[in-house]
Every structure is written in C-alpha cells, then in structure tokens.
C-alpha cells in the first residue's frame, strides 16, 4: 500500500478545505479569479485516479494557455449535482440512465459517449463463492447470484457513484438481494473501496483501469470479466447553468478531437501493456430544452424535515458516533488525565523532553495518525492477525491516539497553574499527601473538566483518520462527520446540514454544560 493510495481516502477532504471560506476570502482580496478563463469539470473518480484526466489536462493547457481547467474528482452523483447547481461548466461521468435523466431535466446542453472501458468483478484468490470461469453469457449477473447465495463479503462503493449505481442495476438484473452482514457500503472511492475489499478479502466491482493501476497493492484477483452487463461507457456533458459555457464548449471539442483521442488510445499500453480505455464511435446528442437551474431544493428545509421525523439514517449515525467517541473519550481520559497529573506534579530526570512530546500531540495531523494505524493494524502489520482494521476498534484506537494528548496537555497546564503552596498548607494542617493532591486536583476541577470537553471535540469532529482506518462501513464505523463528506459527495446536502445541525448541537451543549460548570466552580469556596 503506498501512501499516495492510502491518502486518496481524504482527498476529498482536503480539496474541500482548499475550497474554505479563508481561501476564498484570500482570493478575493487578490483580485479574484477571471471565471472566463477557468473551466470546472466534475469527473469521476476513475479517471482521476487512473491518471488520465492529469495527462488530458496537461495537454488541453499547453495548446490552449489562455484556460485554465480546474478538476474535481468526485462521484458520478456528486458531479451530476454539481452540474445542476452550476458549480461545473462540464461532466466526465458513467452512468447513461443518471445522464438521461440529467439532460431531460434540462441540466446539459449536449452530451457525447466517445469511450469505454468495462467493469470486472475482482475477490480473493480463494474465490469461497466460487464464481470464477463461469460459463454463462453474461457471468457477471451469475456471479452475483452465487456471491448473495453464499453470503460472501462484498464492498460495495454506496456512494452515488457511476460503479455504484451499475453495481445496483447489476444486482436487480440477477434478481438478488444485496441485504445483510455481508453485504458492506463502504462510502467511499474506488481506490479506497478496493483497498477495503482487499483487507476484508471480499469481492468488489470495480472498473477494470483503476484496479489495473492498484493490481500491484491490492491482494485481489480479476475473476468476472466480459458479458454486455458489464460494459462501462463514459460520457461528456456541457452543463447549462455553468458560469463559462464558451470554455467548456472548447474544452469538449478538444476532448472528442484527434488529439485527445489519439492519447486516449494509447494511455496505459507503455506500463501496462493494454490500454485503459478505448474509443467509441459517437454522435453528439440532441440539445437541453431548457435552460435549467442552479438549485432545485432548499437543502436546509430537507435538513429540517429529516431532524423532525426522527430519520432512521440520520440518527443511526449519530448514535454510532456518540457511542464510538464515548468509548474512545473514556479510554483518553483515563490514559490522558492521571499522565497530565503525574507531569504536573512530580518532578524526574527526563520530564522536560516528556513534556514536549506530549505537547507534540497537539500537532499530530490526523491523516498521519490514521496512516500509521492503518499500517499497524493491516494484515501486513505486527497487530494485523487481530482484525481490528475497518472496525470500530480501529476507528477508537485512532482517535484516542488524538485526543489523549489534548487532555494530558490542558490536565498538565491547568495542574501547574494551581498555586505550589495549596499542598503544602493541607500538609501543614495535618493531610496526607494523597489527601494534598487531591485537594490540589480540587483546585483545577473546572481545568480539568475543560481538557475532557477539549478531548470530546479532538474525537467527535475528525475526519480523515477515521475514514482512513474505519473505512466508512454503513453501520459499523460511519459517523457524523464521515458521513457528511459521503452525502456531500453525493449531493444529498440537506442530510449533510441535517448531520452538520446535530454535531454543532452537540458541541453547543457540551460547552454550555463546561461554561454552566465553570461558573458554579468560581461562585463556590474551594476550602470550607
């Protein structure tokens, strides 16, 4: 597994905080961005993951310097939506019926399939379901039909995706139910989602260019290829409520020319040995009728609907995430509290370098932290033989490695502000020395409470080590803010603010309890 793999898990994360309001205002303040010489396309994510949007880009730019094109690899759901908001002036996306839908509502000004390449269904070497070498005309309808019949794990995207919206298709047309323990949705990319599969030793659909581009990290074999059902065709839209339809119309010509085509053609045979994709014959589709429009709900008042009929997702989500981050606060909290204690009040040789790595801590980026307990809990790692990856146990583990230092650093800052001669005066009227420092723990309580509520907002809103070691599973590791990024990927933005509304509740009234807290500690005498 390289890093760059295992960071494709938050890609999307870190995109989004490029996008913030701080960003912005910077630009803003720069003179902005000329909206005329920047192209938005939304793409989907294989063909960024494959490489071949970058060396299209690459090219697209050098013979036209004036454009500047600006890639947001996202799912095909996500893109669609970002389409219909206007927030992309052009499409690379696979899902022909999504697409149709898309266009008749009048969202795209043209459409044009120009290339191909085609889905496999790739699993364990062992293949427990025994699907390999199937000789039925379409294998990989029979495929799945065996996988539901054995209870076989499988991952599926569950994101809105092209792959996803396929595999769901795929299910219907076998007549199966993908329901169940074995059935997993991982929310996630298609890197990330083999990567999964990999570790679970489950099967998977997936396109076959980016399992191509993974094969060498990945413990998975190609077993179901061939058959129409599979077949994965890729399409370019000009959206109608983009903000520059002149680049976008140059940038789809460029693409559907010989240029673009002829890169196409061959992209992947020098490493690989075949293409990744290949082209189609293709006419470009009849136009939109009608203009569109940038926004077709109100998402905050879908948000609102879904908090006040007790959505069964919302709030599934949110209990896994109070119960997954309870566990891990506790788990800070007794490790972070007495080592605070034990620094503040004992004096030893090395104590100043302690100090320091605990106050370390406080910087740990979270997506290293997740790196490093994903490589400790992979099956390649010392605790792999456990199984703890893509569990809440490794989601726990991950986020008490980011909350215990927060806690021991606030406990050690609050102790040492407590005046020195608080214990000795208790000795001096006859305490014990337990009875001293508990006295001087006394002192610091409102502190104290303040490093636990300092941990609870460590856990309760992290990201991207959780989507790292957690995977994002439904029902077994996704939480609040793990889920806002997939439903935002998908455009469901109204249970984005739906989650987003109940983590800032609970964040309100956790300090509302300190502040409330606080106040009745400095009202009250400490000593009687």
């Known amino acids: 597994m390289t890093i760059r793999n295992v960071f494709s898990r938050v890609k999307f994360g870190r995109r989004a905080a490029g996008a913030g309001l701080g960003v912005a205002l910077l630009l803003a303040g720069c003179g902005g961005t000329d909206a005329s010489r920047t192209v938005v396309v939304g793409s989907t994510t294989s063909l960024y993951d494959t490489g ?43 899902s022909p019926p999504a697409e149709l839908v898309f266009m008749r509502a009048g969202h795209g000004r043209s459409r044009t399939t120009f290339m191909r390449n085609d889905f496999v269904i790739a699993g364990p070497t062992a293949d427990p379901a025994g699907i390999r070498d199937l000789g039925d005309p379409e294998p990989g309808l029979a495929a799945l039909r065996r996988i539901a019949s054995a209870e076989a794990p499988f991952v599926s995207r569950g994101d809105d995706s092209g792959t996803h919206m396929k595999e769901l298709a795929l299910w219907e047309a076998a007549g199966a139910e993908p329901a169940g323990d074995w059935y997993l949705e991982a929310g996630q990319g298609m890197g990330a989602t083999l990567t999964l599969a990999s570790e679970r030793k489950a099967y998977v659909l997936t396109d076959r260019s980016t399992l191509t581009v993974l094969a060498d990290v990945l413990e998975l074999s190609e077993l179901i290829t061939g058959g129409k059902a599979l077949e994965n065709l890729y399409s370019v839209m000009e959206t109608t409520a983009g903000a520059n339809p002149e680049g976008a119309a140059a940038l789809k010509d460029w693409l559907l020319g010989d240029t673009a085509l002829d890169l196409i053609r061959v992209y992947g045979e020098e490493r690989f040995g075949r293409p990744l994709f290949e082209i189609v014959p293709f006419e470009p589709e009849s136009q939109a009728r009608s203009a569109g429009s940038r926004l077709t709900i109100n998402p905050f008042k879908e948000a609102w609907a879904l908090l006040t009929s007790a959505d069964a997702y919302v709030w599934e989500v949110v209990f896994r995430s109070l119960s997954i981050s309870g566990a891990a606060l506790l788990l800070a909290t007794l490790i972070g509290l007495p080592l605070g204690a034990a620094l503040a009040l004992s004096r030893f040789r090395f104590r100043t370098p302690v100090v320091a790595l605990v106050n370390t801590g406080l910087a740990f980026p979270p997506v290293v932290v997740g790196l490093a307990v994903y490589l400790l809990l992979s099956r390649s790692g010392p605790l792999g033989p456990l199984g703890f990856l893509y569990t809440p146990w490794a989601v726990i583990l991950a986020q008490v490695i980011l909350a215990g230092p927060y806690i021991a650093a606030v406990t050690l800052a609050a102790l040492e502000g407590v005046p020195p001669d608080v214990r000795q005066q208790a000795r001096g009227l006859g305490a014990n020395r337990w009875q001293a420092t508990l006295l001087h723990l006394r002192e610091a309580r409102a502190s104290l409470v303040a490093a636990v509520a300092a941990g609870f907002g460590a856990v309760i809103s992290e990201v991207g080590a959780v989507m ?20 935002t990927r998908k455009g469901n933005f109204g249970v984005a603010i739906a989650l987003g509304i109940v983590l800032l509740a609970i964040a309100f009234l956790i300090n509302l309890a300190l502040t409330l807290f606080h106040g009745r500690g400095l009202r009250r005498p400490v000593l009687a």
């Open 52 to 94: 071949l949007l970058d060396t299209l880009v690459a090219a697209f730019e050098t013979g036209r310097p004036d454009l500047n094109v600006r890639v947001l690899s996202v799912g095909t759901g996500q893109a669609l939506e970002l389409g219909r908001r206007g927030d992309a002036d052009l499409l690379l996306v696979h």
């Open 468 to 487: 790292i070691v957690g995977g994002n599973l439904l029902g077994e590791t996704r939480v609040m803010t793990t889920a806002i990024v997939l439903e």
